[in-house]
């Protein structure tokens, strides 16, 4: 929702609450019948005063369940539901119709649209561009002055663009650009490769000046992985998360040296675990940012990143979890830490490993791959001894464990590996195998 404030005469300013707009929102609605996705479009709802949000019966007859929260749209293909042609008068939404029209060839038998003779005097002749386009698609049109019927075949699709990709005029016509555009969101060959190519996308510059920038970020970050690792102390999350992102160049982060840094700048500044307001006053003094070096993101404070031998002293492993319990500190890392996919991503990474605590339960409760690693408690202690480091690694771990904000669990729905028996490169084989598995769905 956009709202802006209108000076009327007697100068003072009212704000106007302007709805998202319907019909962008059907190409984003739509995508399930393009892809297996789950769409959401912000702001949007079943009472809005647009005609074209009406657009949602439609796709409904399709087989997409659309549903609304007071956050927006959500629109997905039902499990096991096929995808059935439509028969529909748009007479009443009728910019949508371009949308359905273009994915009628994804649809199981003939699509049947009527009421739209008007169309025919609109940008272009839309009946006819997009009953031409279709059939370069090697789909069966037939065209009346109101009516156009569509019969899909797929065969067909696969055939035409066999070695090259379908050139597909636009017309001048926004809706044709972008309704098009959906389409092409379907992987038909199975190999992610481009099988239609869009003649002048610009068009969109009318309505929508950064749909197609839109929608291939919305392709990076459906196959983007991001796989979150959390565990106790010395359960292995670092080596297994370093060994992960070497093996498929994913960007390293290691949350549990953001933590460690802050402690360490907080005790620097001569603040306790315990006061509260001396906490908030320091964090206020501190600003966070990432320097990427190898392939590890490490977390600079006031634009220096603290030296590793200052994260591990004795006092930092002694107040780690004490200043890590404290919410306002927990919130302050919370964004930083949401926002290193998208530095990851802008560095060209094949992907984000996360390691933590809270990393599939709070910072990527939706990320589809989430791990919960465990060691004996004689093994972990061993692992730390081996290393030379004095730590309560017990200690710790109760108090993660019971702290009331974000504690340490693990998170339902992740996987949990007991590596007390396994290598190093066990653990790492097993979790590469499980992203490409995931790459591959
Ligand atoms: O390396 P080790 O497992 O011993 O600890 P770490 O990962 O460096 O984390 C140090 C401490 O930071 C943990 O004991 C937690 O108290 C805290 N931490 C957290 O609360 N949440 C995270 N996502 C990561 C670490
Ligand atoms: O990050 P976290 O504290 O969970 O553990 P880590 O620092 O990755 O691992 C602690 C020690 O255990 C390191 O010296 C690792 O080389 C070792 N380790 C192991 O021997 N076998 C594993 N499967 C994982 C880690």
Not at 95 to 109: G, N, Q, R, S, W
Not at 127 to 149: C, F, H, P, S, Y
Request: charged content about 25%.
């Amino acid at each position: 929702v956009f709202s802006f404030g209108v000076p009327p005469a007697g100068g003072d300013t009212r704000p106007y609450a302007i709805e998202p707009d319907a019909t962008a929102a059907s190409y984003f609605l739509s995508l399930p019948i393009a892809a297996p996705v789950c769409a959401g479009v912000g702001g949007i709802c079943a009472a809005m005063l647009q005609g074209d949000i009406a657009y949602t019966g439609a796709l409904r007859k399709a087989g997409v369940t659309v549903s609304f929260t007071e956050k927006g749209g959500l629109a997905a293909r039902a499990a096991g539901e096929k995808l059935r042609g439509v028969e529909e008068n748009f007479n009443a939404f009728s910019d949508t119709f371009l949308t359905l029209a273009a994915l009628a060839p994804l649809l199981k038998d003939k699509t049947v649209l009527t009421g739209l003779a008007h169309t025919r005097h609109q940008e272009t002749d839309r009946l006819n561009a997009m009953a031409t386009e279709l059939r370069k698609l090697g789909q069966k049109v037939e065209e009346t002055d109101d009516t156009i019927v569509i019969t899909p075949d797929r065969a067909a699709l696969a055939r035409l663009s066999k070695d090259a990709p379908v050139a597909i005029a636009t017309y001048k016509d926004h809706r044709m650009a972008m309704s098009f555009g959906i389409l092409g969101c379907h992987d038909l060959h199975g190999d992610g490769r481009a099988w239609i190519a869009i003649e002048d996308p610009a068009c969109c510059a009318k309505t929508f000046p950064y749909f197609f920038d839109v929608l291939e970020h919305m392709r990076q970050q459906a196959t983007f992985p991001v796989v979150a690792i959390d565990g106790g102390a010395a359960s292995g999350k670092s080596s297994t998360a370093r060994g992960l992102s070497e093996r498929l160049n994913l960007m390293h982060v290691d949350t549990g040296s953001h933590y460690r840094a802050l402690t360490y700048a907080l005790l620097e500044a001569g603040v306790s675990p315990d006061d509260v307001r001396g906490i908030e006053a320091a964090l206020g003094r501190l600003k966070v940012s990432s320097v990427v070096e190898g392939r590890s993101s490490r977390v600079a404070l006031n634009g220096t990143v603290p030296e590793d031998a200052c994260l591990r002293t004795e006092s930092v492993n002694a107040n780690v979890s004490k200043f890590a319990a404290v919410p306002q500190v927990r919130a302050f890392l919370k964004d930083y830490q949401r926002g290193q996919k998208d530095v990851a991503c802008e560095r060209g990474f094949a992907g984000l490993v996360m390691e933590g605590r809270d990393i599939g339960s709070v910072i990527f409760p939706d990320a589809p791959l989430r791990f919960f690693l465990e060691a004996d408690q004689a093994v972990r202690a061993a692992r730390r001894a081996a290393e030379g480091q004095t730590d309560a690694v017990a200690d710790r771990d109760r108090m993660d464990a019971t702290r009331k904000t974000a504690p340490l669990t693990c998170p339902e729905g992740a996987e949990r590996i007991d590596n007390s028996r396994m290598t190093l490169e066990e653990v790492v084989a097993h979790l590469a195998s499980r992203v490409k598995t995931w790459r591959d769905r």
